[in-house]
């Protein structure tokens, strides 16, 4: 085999090994593994700068060992930026001895044995090193060649980095939303079991939400059913206005209203008496968005305070019924006389301070159970003015009160004036409620309120970081897919048109059985690669379906005129079940056959003998629309039940072992499934092992107006090739490409056909060949130096002598979105690489009889 073969086996087989993983590990153990089976190297290894694997690397231009064979033979794992391997990196790729460079701190090498590196670039992240102890393996021809196959393994290795960013933020995006969930639903715990009524408003008084014992009060079962209600559609409308008030109050002062008490009325229509406190409820922005607020039933306590009004204006003629009667009350009751000294006090105040009615009455109410300091000046300085008459009585205070033990015990007083019968003040009298626990609980919710606001603005500034960080992550993954697509159709152009070259030179059968492997890998490549491309043009939703005219009949017939060749090689028999009469629909006929090809070509694949039979059958039809059932039924190997889950997952097979023994990736199910429910439709699959299988799908599409008179006949095959010979020998072609092999290739098979061709390096060589000659089609890459195709085109059309020339795009560049940028740019058509032989000179034929330029 000569030394050219041998290299561009090579950079095939090193071209095969990139795309298979988005580990990079993984991609640089094939690579290594591809270039050490076809070189004879001792050692090779890839080192990777760390700025491309941690943004908090120490030295952010240090070297990691990223993949090593035989990994054993390198005493190091990372290199300082100033090492003598990196710096030679950066100059280019370069063969050098053992004496012109010191590697021994890096390798350990047998005494005496003299090696010869080889070190190229990793664009500017990385290095690969080859060690050799043959010279001749490190060829200038060959680090040139392997210049672009490195560039790709660049490329491929920091798409894996970014598809591994990618997934450390979608699983860091899961953790914090699981955080802001449990912090959610502790408060919901508190506010649920507090007992206390809990609701909450937005800026119009609807109601948001609440806890359960607030639904209890309006008479609801859940506090789902009062969301979006107001006031005024509850049992307590006649309040309705009041509340609205005090709501608006808040809501435009931004401050807290506590311990106000207002009417109220129950579900069932009993007026009732609430104590409510109120505070505003703000936004990220700060803007008050809302009212909350919290209440307690006062029923009972305000009837008390009645009824001790009522017994205290017979306080002097029946004591002893009176301090019974007020022993039973549940609040403190206390009377003071105009200095302060205590006159009454129930039950109810003895317990809560901790001393008896012997202890307390006579006694100074200021020092003896007040707090010692300025609240116990500041409360009988006030007193001592409103006894003098000259502040008005405070119906309403709290006050903390100081028990036996010291404790100091928070409560809410109700007060009013005892005056006698000439009208002249004789002391007070005051119910007391000990709010201490309630106020603790309030507070409680008050900060657990605000914690969850500062956690609901962190957790969202979160979420939009990570959502920044996973879009960005996707547009990186999709460009890697596009440089990925784009280098890899480049040299498998080169590929299928030197095999088309070697076909002709009479091969032996060995050559030609050897040749035609070569041909079905680069098909099985391009395949794996466009499947890639379909299904992530479809997880992004960029995936649109024509609306093209299709009869049923006429496309099972197309799909089985493409299986036909590999069926009767295989001996196997294929029939179609197709309705005569089955109505044509409209959609995409290019992917209803991409679904079908998919089922048939695995019916093919793991089918030895037998059978395979392609259905398509309506399932239901409308006047305007027609639901299809397409199915391919085997009689191959079958499938086992407990694999059938996993056959429409992307990248699963029914079983590993399949993977080896019949190939594929895993992506035509997948595929045919999302293709599927584009059309309305789903996909499935049953199977008995050992029997057989049926693949379907259905889609849902319009009716195609008139019924088709059956399936058009085919038009008859056209040997392009030899039409150009005769009719348009001497027809002259500029071939724009920068690519030196694609150059010599194509040039060679146009030359073959008797076509003078003329050849641009770039867009600018073009535009000034084209200035000057005539052409009788263009042929046109897209992404070249200093100027791309896109543009080469806009200046070529733009001259009067090729304002109709022919031109047709010749590029990589796969994505329909390209195919629409060429248009736009004033191209005739589009082939995509890598293109055979046949597809161009059929492109060409075309373009050349649309510009009548017959040489006959």
């Known amino acids: 085999m000569s030394g050219i073969t041998e290299e561009l086996l090579l950079l095939y087989e090193l071209s095969l090994s990139l795309g298979h993983s988005l580990d990079p590990s993984e991609t640089s153990r094939r690579f290594l593994k591809a270039i050490m089976s076809r070189r004879n190297l001792s050692a090779a290894s890839i080192w990777w700068r760390e700025e491309a694997v941690s943004t908090s690397a120490a030295d952010p231009r240090r070297l990691t060992l990223l993949e090593a064979i035989p990994r054993g033979q390198y005493s190091l794992r990372s290199l300082p930026s100033s090492h003598a391997l990196w710096q030679i990196a950066l100059s280019g790729p370069t063969a050098i001895r053992a004496d ?58 920091r798409g894996g980095m970014a598809h591994r960013a990618l997934q450390d933020s979608e699983a860091s995006l899961r ?124 029923t009972e306590r305000k009837r008390a305070d009645n009824h ?45 301070l901790g001393l008896t009615e012997q202890e307390l009455l006579g006694r100074d109410w200021f020092a003896t159970c007040l707090p010692q300091g300025r609240t ?160 992530s043009k479809i997880e992004a939703g960029k995936l649109t379906l024509a609306k093209d005219r299709i009869d049923p009949a006429a496309l099972a017939e197309n799909v089985r005129a493409m299986m036909l060749e590999g069926i009767l090689a295989k001996g196997l028999r294929f029939s179609l079940e197709v309705p005569a009469d089955l109505h044509p629909v409209i959609g995409d006929s290019t992917r209803l056959q991409q679904a079908l090809l998919n089922y048939t ?27 299809l059932r397409f199915e391919v039924e085997d009689t191959g190997i079958g499938i086992a039940a407990d694999a059938l889950p996993r056959l429409f997952t992307a990248f699963e097979q029914a079983d590993n072992s399949l993977t080896r023994a019949y190939g594929g990736t895993g992506l035509g199910l997948v595929i045919t499934r999302k293709i599927a429910e584009q059309m309305g439709g789903e996909a499935g699959a049953s199977s008995i ?32 090739e030899t039409v150009i010979r005769k009719s348009f020998s001497g027809s002259r072609i500029l071939l724009v490409e920068d690519d030196p092999i694609n150059q010599e290739i194509g040039s060679h098979v146009l030359r073959e056909t008797s076509l003078q061709v003329e050849v641009a390096n770039d867009g600018i060589e073009a535009v000034s060949i084209a200035s000057a000659n005539d052409f009788d089609v263009i042929l046109m890459d897209m992404q070249m130096p200093r100027m791309n195709g896109l543009e080469a085109a806009k200046a070529i059309r733009a001259m009067p002598r090729h304002a109709s020339t022919p031109i047709i795009a010749l590029t990589a560049n796969a994505y329909d979105d390209d195919r629409v940028l060429c248009m736009a740019a004033g191209m005739d058509d589009f082939l995509a690489k890598p293109t055979s032989p046949d597809t161009l000179f059929a492109a060409v034929l075309k373009w050349l009889r649309h510009a009548g330029k017959s040489r006959q």
Not at 697 to 718: M, N, Y
């Open 601 to 627: 070509s695995n019916a093919l694949k793991f089918t030895q003998s037998g059978h395979i039979i392609l259905r398509i059958r309506p399932l239901d039809e409308s006047p305007t629309r027609l639901r």
């Open 689 to 720: 092992e050992g029997k057989g299988s049926t693949f379907w799908f259905t889609a849902h599409l319009p009716k195609a107006g008139g019924r088709s008179d059956g399936a058009p006949s085919a038009p008859p095959e056209v040997d392009s």
């Open 308 to 352: 001790l009004r009522e017994a205290l204006v017979h306080l002097t003629a029946a004591h002893e019924r009176s301090q019974n009667y007020l022993d039973t009350v549940e609040a403190i009751i206390i009377s003071l006389d105009t200095d302060g000294r205590i006159q009454l006090v129930n039950r109810k105040g003895c317990e809560i």
């Open 100 to 157: 012109q460079a010191d590697f021994t701190d890096l390798l350990q090498q047998p005494d005496g044995q003299a090696a010869t590196f080889a070190v190229l670039p990793l664009a500017r992240d990385g290095v690969l090193l080859l060690e050799s102890a043959d010279p001749a393996q490190f060829s200038t021809r060959l680090l040139g060649q392997l210049r672009s196959v490195v560039a790709n393994l660049a490329n491929v290795i």
């Open 175 to 298: 953790r914090r939303t699981a955080e802001l969930a449990t912090s959610r639903s502790l408060l919901r715990t508190v506010i649920d079991t507090v007992p206390l009524r809990v609701f909450w408003k937005d800026r119009e008084g609807r109601y948001l939400g609440c806890n359960p014992a607030f639904a209890r009060d309006a008479g609801k079962t859940h506090p789902d059913e009062l969301i979006g209600s107001d006031d005024t559609q509850l049992s307590w409308a006649e309040h309705a206005a009041s509340y609205r008030a005090d709501d608006r109050a808040i809501l435009d002062s931004g401050r807290p209203r506590l311990g106000q008490e207002e009417p109220g009325t129950t579900g069932s229509g009993e007026a009732i008496w609430l104590r409510t406190s109120k505070v505003p409820l703000f936004g990220d922005d700060g803007a008050v968005m809302g009212v909350l607020g919290v209440y307690e039933d006062i």
């Open 376 to 535: 116990e000046v500041a409360v009988r300085d006030i007193f001592r003015q409103i006894m003098a008459g000259e502040l008005a009585g405070v119906e309403y205070v709290e006050n903390a009160v100081i028990t036996r033990e010291g404790e100091e015990r928070l409560i809410a007083w109700h007060n009013s004036l005892l005056r006698d019968k000439a009208g002249a003040v004789m002391g007070s009298l005051s119910a007391g409620e000990d709010i201490t626990e309630r106020r603790r609980i309030e507070q409680q919710l008050e900060r657990h309120r605000e914690e969850l606001e500062a956690q609901v603005r962190a957790r969202t500034q979160e979420l939009a970081q990570a959502k920044d960080a996973a879009e960005s992550a996707n547009v990186a993954k999709s460009a890697f897919l596009a440089n990925m697509s784009h280098e890899i159709r480049t040299p498998l152009n080169a590929i299928t048109g030197m095999a088309h070259l070697i076909k002709r030179q009479g091969l032996t059968p060995r050559q030609g059985e050897n040749l035609a492997k070569l041909e079905m890998a680069g098909k099985h490549l391009i395949a794996v690669l466009n499947d890639i491309l379909d299904l």
